[in-house]
């Protein structure tokens, strides 16, 4: 927690943006995973009258693999960040990312024609 504090303002937000967005995917990837294996259940239940292989044959599915391939790949991501941290690897990453984000904001704030400046009072519709 102290690594995270002692981080600039910018590098935080994009850890809480990156924490969000594994959140997102844990839901995702678990829910497919759930819904997939509820179908190949449901599919070896109905087939088990025509023998314990036959039935695990019926249960599979592409859906059963994706969902297993995504869950296996999102571990190992999710591993691999948390390796970054914890050796502080990561923080080239967070400082790449920063500086990205801080040249789209000079070259948003500059425009095409310079800096944009309001004069005179705005007028609300």
Same mark, same amino acid.
């Given at each position: 927690? &102290? ?11 994009? !850890? ?6 594994? $959140?997102? !995917?844990?839901?995702? !990837? ?9 179908? $190949?259940? +449901? ?5 088990? &009258? ?7 044959? $019926? ?5 059963? $693999? ?10 190992? !991501?999710?591993?691999?960040?948390? +390796? ?13 990312? &920063? ?9 948003? &704030? ?16």
């Amino acid at each position: 927690m &102290d690594r995270y504090q002692r981080l600039p303002e910018r590098q935080r937000g994009l !850890v809480l943006l990156a924490l969000l967005a594994n $959140a997102l !995917v844990t839901l995702i !990837v678990k829910a497919a995973l759930a819904a997939a294996g509820i179908s $190949a259940a +449901r599919r070896i239940l109905e087939a088990r &009258d025509l023998g314990a292989r036959r039935a695990l044959r $019926a249960g599979w599915s592409p859906a059963l $693999a994706a969902a297993a391939a995504a869950s296996l790949a999102h571990w190992a !991501v999710r591993a691999g960040a948390i +390796r970054a941290a914890q050796t502080g690897s990561g923080r080239q990453l967070l400082e790449r990312a &920063d500086g990205w984000l801080t040249a789209k904001a000079q070259e948003h &704030d500059a425009g095409p024609t310079g800096p944009t400046q309001l004069t005179g009072p705005t007028q609300s519709v």
